[in-house]
């Protein structure tokens, strides 16, 4: 009976590779077709808000489900965030108007929110320090396959069939990553009494939320009144946690600065590549006029350079140790973004290729030895809340950022009043654009190019800042990593 239970870890990597294939393809496949779905539904007052409800949710369920796997083992969180996202991708793919595609892109980044820091936790798991390091280089080339996959097939379904198939193409890779996973995969977990700290976990989720209303408009007393919710929540969320006998964030953690630094560093950093993502492909498509293959094409270099750099860095941490490849990694992207920011409005196709694959080399570099140092430092009953929390940064950031570039370029929109309302969604295909008066597109591409411009530098300084924090990451000895801490889930991993 012992060798049925026992994880067939190629099976089981197979598995987690497709969950992530999916969440790699959505990263450039939406972004891809997103021009194209607001020319369908109109309404690019809204746009970050399909990438920002995706988000938010996904920042939410992070830490929740990170906890809920050290309890009750990762596994069933795991085919529950799959099963949630592919309900979410069905119903994105058939939405109607602009507001049902954000609830549904929500839903689909609840299952994200689960799957995600699932995969890298189980490889957490069943790996030790060395093999861990080698397999996240395997899981980049995986991301990074995909998402370079992802602009073609992205402009290939929005010209030859709908843009709704962007989010049906995740059926099959969901069906049978569950299929994987359920049938290879097995933990046995430590059953005892729990106290579940259900109040911890809605203060967290209603202060994300009010951070994001008072980032996502600029002005207003709306603004005002969701920062200071915000704090509040957040003020009485840190009271909660620092009393639950089983916190949902467990605060002691964050004493040690490797965590510290990670999560801040990580914050910043995700703030700048999901703002990368989402407004690059519309400054393609919107102030070079480029079609929506070229939006995509615009972001790929981003997901070469990743896989490749974090396959390099996970074959020289051993070697190297981690602050030399998050110090260069970190650098690099400062550096992309600063040049991300003076190409601005002269960017040419070329050069938003060559600054997206360097932004990319060094996110590659950066992330997978903070990822392995935050894993290596903590035991299995802490690997996963120490996990998510870095993926929590990294989305909270992501959350804060898009909300505030959104509401800089709505807001430079609405400057100009010869601009109509839908005249920016018109613009974003190609028989709208031909219906627009001279004069109208010339008022629309200044202040689309003023806006992203400002967006643009918004992301350079995130990238200078996220390289400043990284220069206190403390020295992380290899032999204290490889310690007690990377000693084996209690379950029978191995290859069977």
């Known amino acids: 009976m012992a060798s049925e239970r026992k994880t067939h870890r190629a099976l089981t990597v197979a598995g987690l590779i ?4 999916m969440a790699a ?19 690019i007052q809204q746009y970050a808000w399909v990438t920002t409800a995706y988000l938010l ?17 990762r596994k069933p969180i795991m085919l529950f965030g799959i099963a949630v996202f592919l309900l979410g991708s069905i119903a994105s793919g058939a ?10 892109r929500a839903l689909q980044g609840a299952g994200a929110g689960a799957m995600q820091p699932m995969a890298m936790t189980i490889s957490g798991d069943i790996f030790d320090l060395n093999e861990r390091a080698r397999i996240q280089g395997v899981f980049g080339a995986a991301w990074g396959l995909f998402g370079i996959i992802g602009p073609m097939v992205g402009g290939l379904i929005v010209h030859y069939f709908s843009w709704r198939w962007v989010f049906y193409v995740n059926i099959p890779f969901g069906a049978a990553s569950v299929a994987l996973v359920a049938t290879s995969f097995h933990e046995r977990i430590d059953r005892r009494p729990h106290e579940l700290d259900f ?10 939320v009010a951070l994001l209303l008072a980032t996502g408009r600029l002005g207003g007393g709306t603004t005002l009144l969701a920062a200071v919710a ?15 006998p089983e916190p949902m964030i467990p605060l002691p953690l964050f004493r040690r600065p490797v965590m510290l630094i990670s999560n801040v560093a990580g914050a910043i950093l995700g703030g700048a590549m999901v703002g990368t993502i989402t407004f690059v492909p519309l400054f393609v498509q919107g102030v070079l006029r480029g079609t929506p293959t070229d939006a995509g094409s615009a972001i790929a270099p981003m997901l070469i350079g990743w896989p490749v750099a974090s396959a390099i860095g996970g074959r020289l941490i051993p070697r190297v140790g981690f602050r030399p490849l998050i110090w260069i990694g970190l650098g690099v992207t400062a550096a992309a973004g600063l040049a991300l920011a003076l190409g601005g409005a002269h960017d040419t196709p070329l050069l938003l290729r060559a600054t997206t694959l360097f932004f990319g080399v060094g996110m590659g570099l950066s992330n997978v030895a903070l990822l392995i140092a935050v894993q290596s430092s903590v035991a299995w009953e802490q690997r996963g809340i120490a996990t998510a929390s870095t993926m929590f940064s990294r989305l909270l950031g992501g959350v804060v950022a898009v909300g505030i570039m959104g509401g800089v370029l709505t807001a430079q929109l609405a400057k100009d009043p010869s601009i109509p309302a839908d005249a920016a969604s018109r613009l974003l295909t190609a028989e709208g654009a031909r219906d627009l008066d001279p004069s109208i597109l010339q008022h629309l591409g200044e202040a689309l190019t003023s806006g992203l411009t400002t967006v643009f530098w918004i992301i350079a300084a995130m990238g200078v800042t996220g390289f400043i924090a990284a220069l206190w990451f403390p020295r992380v000895p290899l032999q204290a990593a490889g310690g007690d801490a990377d ?10």
Do not use: H, N, W
């Not at 949710?57 to 083992?73: A, E, H, N």
């Open 95 to 104: 939405a109607q108007t602009m507001p049902q595609l954000i609830a549904f």
């Open 199 to 208: 109040l911890g976990a809605a203060l967290l989720s209603a202060g994300v």
């Open 487 to 496: 000693v084996a889930p209690p379950g029978e991993a191995g290859i069977g």
């Open 57 to 73: 949710t996904s920042s939410v369920l992070v830490p929740i489900c990170g906890k809920l796997s050290d309890i009750y083992g």
């Open 25 to 43: 393809l959505e990263s450039t496949v939406v972004a891809t077709a997103m021009p194209t779905v607001i020319g369908d539904l109109g309404g």
């Open 230 to 244: 915000s704090a509040a929540l957040f003020a009485v969320f840190f009271a909660v946690e620092r009393r639950a």
């Open 18 to 21: 497709l969950a992530l294939a």
